[in-house]
């Protein structure tokens, strides 16, 4: 069994160990507050209405129309870019526990990933609240949404151990990451649709962070996602998984000297 084998095995068997963790995690954040995480919730909250009901009005729409999409939008982009942020750190900001402690290194990223679906159950009850007000019916369709968070949280695996093994060796790298998804953030359609720019709509589907979004947001919406969608998503997890398993399997012994 080769490393990366032996460690993602390894940090599979100890899943109580970093689903417990997780919970801590959140919990010590919120440590002596009423609501917890619930703060990010409802600021989220506050942030999507806000959102929503500005670029109604500039771009003519209607606000129960509009709306349920930036709200789902926004939610799963807050998931992807906290997976994408925290990946980098992952291995930095456990530092004295990887240098002290023989634990796989898969564990602190499934530890993050766990946080991260923790964080989507809280901001995931904005989308139901506002899906009730507007009467959007997801219906059968929404059975979709399972496989596409599955595959979000699996590319969350990957993205978290080839960040955080970079970023372990070049500390530079956080810094152009987290500006990086501040661009990308407006070159999605988070709070946009494609269809509003016409000819040039087309820019959205070269974005794998769009068709990513979509997997997710067209079956909360009661559509279910184009063949187009899953044949990106499907070909960035293959060839993201096979590159990182290249370099963890060269590289990964090499974390805890670097850090």
């Known amino acids: ?48 209405v806000g959102l929503g009901v500005v670029f109604s009005i500039l ?18 982009w807050r998931l ?19 240098k002290q402690i023989n634990l796989p290194l898969s564990y602190y990223v499934f530890r993050l990933i766990a946080k991260q679906f923790i964080f989507f159950c809280h901001h995931i009850i904005i989308f139901v609240l506002i899906a009730a007000i507007f009467g959007v019916v997801p219906g059968p369709v929404l059975v979709l949404a399972v496989p596409g968070l599955a595959f979000l949280f699996l590319n969350g695996v990957w993205i978290a151990l080839l960040l955080g093994m970079i ?36 820019i959205a589907y070269v974005n794998p962070v769009y068709h990513f979004i979509e997997i997710v947001r067209q079956p909360l919406l009661g559509q279910p996602p184009t063949e187009l969608n899953w044949i990106v998503v499907l070909v960035t997890t293959i060839v993201g998984a096979g590159v990182t398993a290249i370099l963890f399997r060269r590289f990964g012994r090499r974390v805890a000297y670097w850090l």
């Open 1 to 48: 069994m080769t490393f990366i084998d032996s460690d993602i095995a390894a940090g599979i068997r100890s899943w109580r160990l970093w689903t417990t963790w997780a919970w801590i995690d959140t919990r010590q954040r919120y440590r002596r507050s009423v609501l917890g995480p619930f703060w990010i919730t409802l600021s989220l909250g506050a942030w999507i």
């Open 59 to 76: 771009f003519g729409m209607k606000l129960e129309n509009l709306l349920p999409y930036v709200c789902a939008g926004v939610i799963l």
């Open 80 to 98: 992807i870019s906290g997976m994408v942020n925290e990946g980098c750190l992952v291995f930095i900001g456990n530092e004295q526990i990887i």
């Open 167 to 202: 970023c372990a060796r070049f500390r530079d790298v956080p810094q152009i990451v987290e500006t990086v998804l501040q661009v990308t953030f407006f070159v999605t359609p988070v709070f946009w649709m494609p269809a509003q720019l016409g000819s040039k709509g087309a």
